[in-house]
């Protein structure tokens, strides 16, 4: 019987979903989180677990980052990514980055419970009429590589990636991160030595393959709209 842990911001489905499988799939326990950092605890609070459910839009997650963090930080965990897109994009990615499976929100409990269990198998699982486009045979190299080099930033670096693919002058970033400019400078030296890149304009393109999320919570998401002179 397996250990899950569940980890997904909205209290309904992760509840929703424990039910939609415990009559079909072997679980022993299942603990819940509603965040990257109590995943994270959780992962380490429990590290005989058997799964990891992953919703990639979970506060602190900030969308590909957290599940490349996750593969580096548990390397052996299988993690099972469940979202609500079915863009083959998306999914592909999630694949690259190291998810051993990728369930939409829309499965049956029964495709789930498949899921789980050709996981704990050792196999890969992808919605059967997304599997061919998923999975053909594609060069996957560019995005091993980049997510080995994200997988190097701290989550105050991301912060400041993430602001630059946004446009942000240095002191936006320093007013909104309570930092000097000095430091952002600094975690900008260190963004690009890590990314292989020399310049605001390779960074962008290289983080634009991640499909970032904001690193705030969307009711702080207009806090930047009061940070000073934004266009000087």
């Not at 489905?13 to 603990?31: P, Q, Y």
């Not at 829309?106 to 495709?111: C, E, G, L, Q, V």
């Amino acid at each position: 019987m397996a250990k899950l842990i569940v980890a997904d911001d909205h209290p309904l489905f992760r509840s929703a979903l424990i039910n939609a499988i415990s009559g079909l799939f072997a679980m022993r326990e299942a603990i819940e989180t509603d965040s990257f950092g109590s995943t994270c605890a959780a992962l380490e609070q429990h590290p005989d677990a058997d799964l990891l459910l992953l919703d990639l839009h979970m506060p602190g997650a900030y969308g590909f980052f957290g599940l490349i963090q996750l593969r580096k930080g548990w390397p052996t965990l299988p993690i099972v990514v469940i979202s609500a897109s079915e863009d083959i994009d998306v999914i592909r990615r999630c694949m690259a980055f190291g998810a051993s499976a990728y369930v939409p929100k829309s499965a049956r409990p029964a495709d789930i419970s498949a899921a789980l269990n050709a996981v704990l198998a050792g196999d890969l699982w992808v919605p059967a009429h997304l599997r061919s486009a998923v999975l053909e045979q594609r060069d996957d190299s560019a995005d091993l590589d980049l997510a080995a080099r994200v997988a190097q930033l701290t989550p105050q670096q991301y912060k400041v990636l993430y602001y630059l693919t946004e446009g942000w002058l240095n002191k936006q970033i320093a007013y909104d991160l309570e930092i000097s400019e000095a430091t952002v400078k600094a975690h900008m030296t260190a963004i690009f030595r890590k990314l292989g890149v020399s310049n605001r304009t390779q960074v962008v393109i290289a983080a634009q393959r991640l499909t970032l999320e904001p690193p705030v919570d969307r009711a702080m998401a207009q806090h930047g709209s009061s940070s000073p002179d934004s266009t000087g």
